[in-house]
């Protein structure tokens, strides 16, 4: 049986990296390569980095003079390095299910497009990113967003997450939040529920 805070949901609002895919290899080497030209602890910038914005990233870690250029940087390296990206376990199902959803991510549309390739996985109609936004998760910004664009109130909602981030964006737009495991520890993940990854929820 389903995950009873998927049966109850009427649309799904699902993270990308850490969720559907697994980015971490690629992502790694992109934080430590800016971490190391600026000789900023890799450790420090991995954890800031994840569930936000690239640009939000750079922005907390480089001076003013220098956000765009990194930015730029940051962003063609992770386009242009795909290598290990695969899909998580139960990504397929959960994107062919014929459930109402879109795809929340803190990439940029291009990024977003060029993970999901990588992954075989397919592009669904409604993916919202971090272009355009003005504030990246935690801000709830890009869930409303999404549940608006699908026409159903955030409290029908669920989001499927695995960062703090981007679960304290999904209960500050009003959704239920399901976290997987598949990054952080139980303890960091302050969900409605926690299981461990797409297949558990799709199975119970």
Known sequence: MPHPLLTASHALLIDLDGTLVDSTAPVTRTWSAFADRHRLDRYDVLRYAQGRPSRETVAAFVAPDQRAEEAAAVEHAEIHDTAGVTALPGAHAILRSGRRLAIVTSCSTAL????????????????????????????????????????????????LEDAPAGIAAGRAAGAKVLA????????????NAITDNLNTLLTG
Do not use: N, W
């Open 180 to 191: 997987l495991r598949t990054t952080h520890p139980d303890h960091e993940l302050h969900a």
């Open 112 to 159: 977003a497009t060029a993970r999901l390739t990588a992954a075989r996985l397919p592009v669904p109609e409604l993916l919202i990113s971090s272009d355009g936004l003005k504030h990246g998760k935690p801000d709830p910004e890009c869930f409303l967003l999404a549940a608006q664009r699908l026409d159903i109130p955030p409290s029908r909602c669920l989001v």
